[in-house]
Every structure is written in structure tokens, then in C-alpha cells.
């Protein structure tokens, strides 16, 4: 995936003052050899988990840009899903990353599971300045400036009992499961803790242990989909739910 | 995305009579290096474009596998969409396809925008046995046989004036727009002919074609997704509102 930036997102390093900032690295290379912007252009711009607005382009070479800022709208509604993803293969992870992030996911849990290998957890691009990258590319795909949540959670049985019935609360809770008998219906929803197993399924001990906590397996249908796929067809699923129920209740 | 081999999926080739056959290259390394099948074991298989059922290994060694085959069931139900899709750059088009095609899609027109780059035609993924591989790819993911069309339409408004009111007959019209004012709504589709742009939309005079033929332009909100992410998002979105109205029919 390459994704577009469609949002200068500002850091807070950024900041010279609350109206000026200087930008250097990728997003200077990409204002010089993407858009080819020029000073007086203007340009969609947002700080790291604050508004939105524009910023106009005062100087640019090289080295540096010089942008005046205005920033006067919130981001995009967050979309009320918790993601629980058995942690998939590396170079998948940074996708289904920036995927979850530019469809509004703001928490992420990646789980252990039987099927997840060990080798996994040892990769780089676990590392908390890799998945950081990672999210910054999807807000910037999708004009928003809330940075999500990623949670590590290397051992499953500590991770279901200990803590997952505290990460659900209050949020309908749904296991995707290609064996489960039951369809994903289309109830409207407020809000929605969905796990998501690896390539394989989870092992039926797994299934059983959501089970415990209340989470119904639901099948997608007799299509097995890949987890990347999966994701953001699922996502995507039940964001209509959620939309649905946010339109019945202010109706 | 790397996909799974959910389904061993046979060719007019592989077979030496009705319930046998002989498998070479990239399916039999596959069932010696991943599945590491021995004689006797079954396999989940199903036949281009015909049955599902299961497959006995009768013998493997490295250059073929010899199989028995008994092939009962008919394959998952095709989603009733139509994808017009604005030709995505080639690398993304690959994966793309396979999305596509496991999620169900039976009919596929790539075609001409003003964003698409020119080139993108020239690829080397364009030519048609690299197009059915990424579709046989889909399919054995998804465990179907019926393999989808892709049409190739490098000329915008002779597509759009002379065959694209055929293509859509008697389905709902949609293009998908981030600038529109509609939101997408979630009224049960018999069937949808769904357009969706390059990466930075369609232009003006574009979604004014599709307008002339009835196409409604609709937006999915504030975010802007890849063009990879709004496919699946965009896909799964509409085949909950095709499951609704065949709920509605069937009660």
C-alpha cells in the first residue's frame, strides 16, 4: 500500500510557535517532489491529536518549510471498535495497520494465539517507532489527526483473563470465526469489541475462552478471506451497524 | 497479500478421467513443502468453475501427485456486483484482484480515468494469463471455482457512452465519491454496478458521465481511503445491505 498525504500532519517538534511550524524529512520531501508546492499554496494540515485546518506554505527549500498554520476543525468521528488481532505476519502487520487506522479503529490489541509463530514477536517492526510510522501514514491517508493505540499482549492466556473483559466493557463482543454456525447479523451496534484470528482460525480452546467472556462466534460466510482482507471487511461490516444505530438514536 | 491454498482447485488439464487427477508445478509444491500431504490424505477440492468437494492423494512424489476426486457440492454464492474500477497502479492491482475475487465479485471492469496514469496499461499485469492468476489465487483463498471476468476498458467515454448502460442493467447505481453530499445509505440491493475511482477520484466531467446514466454519486464520509482499502471496505459494506434484501425476500 502507498498511501497519500492527504494531511500534512504536524508534530509537536513541529511547532515554532501556535501559528508557525518548520517541516523537515519525508513530509518536506514529499511537499517538494509530490506536490510541488510553491510558497503562497495552501495545504490540509492537522496536529497530532488536535484540529484540523490549513496551512499556508511561506518558504520551502531543501532543507526546510516554513507554513503558517489555522486550525479550526475536530478530525473525523473515531469509529467505537476495539480491533483484537492475533498478531499476523510482519510485512502484513504495517498494512493492516494503516488499514485500521484510515477506517477510524482507535485501539488495537495484537494477541498471542496458537496459530500466531513465536518468530513473530521478535520482528522489527514491532518496535514502538515502526507501528508509530505505521499509524502516522494512515491518519495522513485519511485526514485524521487522533493517533491510535497499539497494545502488545505477547501471551494469550494472561491477555484474556487478566484483561480483555476490562478492554470489552460496555461494547458488544464478537469473535470472527469461519467455523462458527451463526452469521454476522445486522443489528445496530454502539459500540464493538471484535477479535480477529490468524490465518487458520483460532484453535477451539481460544474460541472457547472468548466464549467465557461473552464474545459470540460469528462466521463471515463460507469464504475464507485473508486476514488483511478480513480486517477491513469486517471493519467496514460493522461500521454500518454502528452508523445505523447512531442514526436511530437521533432520530 | 499472501494467500492461502484453501482449495485445491483443478483445471480442464489435470484431469485424466472424471475422478482422477494428475497435479504438477506450483499446486503440487504447495502440497509437498506447505501441506506436506501424504498418500491417503484428503483435501478440500473443487473443479474451475464447477463442484466442491474432496480430493484423495493417491500418490506424490516431487514432479506430480496423482489424486481421486469426488466433487458433490455447488460452490459459495456469487456476490451480485459489479466493480468498475478506475485502473490502480499495477503492483496494487495484484492484490486488488485477489481481494476482489475472494470476497465473491464475479464481474470486474477496469477502466480509463483522467488520474489513471497511462502507462499503467503497458504493464506486464495487464497481460491475461498474469490477470487469471491473481484470480485463481482469489479463488483458492476463498474456497469458490467460479472463476470471475475482467474486462479491460483503456478508453473512458466509449466505455461509458456504449457499454457501461448493458453492463448496469437492472442494478442499483452507485459511484463512489469522496466529494459527494449523499452519504451511503444502507436500503437492501438486489444489485449493485459499484464505480470506484483513482486514487484521488474521478473528475468533475467523469461523475457527470456516470450521472448521465443514473449513477448516484455517494461518499463514505471524511475519510479518504486507498484505493485497496476502499474496495474491500466498499464491497463488504454493500454485501451486508445484498444479504438484507435477501433476507427480506426470503421471510
Redesign the interface.
Known amino acids: 500500500?502507498?498511501?497519500?498525504m492527504?494531511l500534512l500532519l504536524l508534530h509537536p517538534d513541529d511547532f515554532i510557535s501556535d501559528k508557525h511550524v518548520q517541516i523537515r524529512g519525508r513530509r518536506l520531501l514529499h511537499l517538494n517532489k509530490v506536490i510541488k508546492a510553491k510558497p503562497g499554496d495552501y495545504l490540509k494540515a492537522g496536529r497530532l491529536n488536535g484540529k484540523i485546518g490549513r496551512a499556508q506554505l511561506l518558504s520551502i527549500d531543501s532543507d526546510i518549510a516554513e507554513l503558517s498554520i489555522e486550525l479550526t476543525d475536530t478530525p473525523?468521528p473515531a469509529l467505537p471498535i476495539n480491533l483484537i488481532l492475533a498478531l499476523p505476519?510482519p510485512k502484513?502487520l504495517r498494512r493492516i495497520l494503516?488499514?485500521a487506522t484510515?477506517?477510524?479503529i482507535k485501539h488495537i490489541h495484537l494477541i498471542a494465539s496458537w496459530r500466531v509463530e513465536k518468530s513473530y514477536w521478535q520482528s522489527p517492526f514491532l518496535e514502538a517507532d515502526k507501528i508509530h510510522e505505521q499509524l502516522i501514514l494512515g491518519l495522513e491517508?485519511?485526514?485524521?489527526t487522533q493517533l491510535p493505540e497499539v497494545h502488545l499482549h505477547p501471551l494469550f492466556k494472561p491477555f484474556v483473563e487478566d484483561e480483555l473483559d476490562t478492554i470489552a466493557a460496555n461494547s458488544t463482543r464478537l469473535v470472527a470465526h469461519p467455523q462458527a454456525t451463526e452469521a454476522i447479523g445486522?443489528t445496530p451496534l454502539n459500540a464493538l469489541t471484535l477479535a480477529i484470528g490468524p490465518?487458520?482460525g483460532f484453535i477451539p480452546y481460544e474460541i472457547e475462552k472468548f466464549a467465557e467472556l461473552g464474545f459470540a462466534a460469528a462466521s463471515l460466510?463460507?469464504?475464507?478471506?485473508?486476514v488483511?482482507?478480513a480486517v477491513?471487511?469486517?471493519?467496514?461490516?460493522f461500521?454500518?451497524?454502528l452508523?445505523?444505530e447512531g442514526r436511530s438514536r437521533h432520530n
Chains 1, 2 share one sequence.
Open positions: 500500500m502507498r498511501n497519500s492527504n473525523p505476519r502484513v494503516q488499514a484510515s477506517l477510524g491517508q485519511s485526514i485524521d445486522s490465518e487458520g460466510g463460507p469464504r475464507i478471506l485473508t488483511e482482507v477491513s471487511s469486517l471493519i467496514s461490516r461500521a454500518v451497524n452508523e445505523n
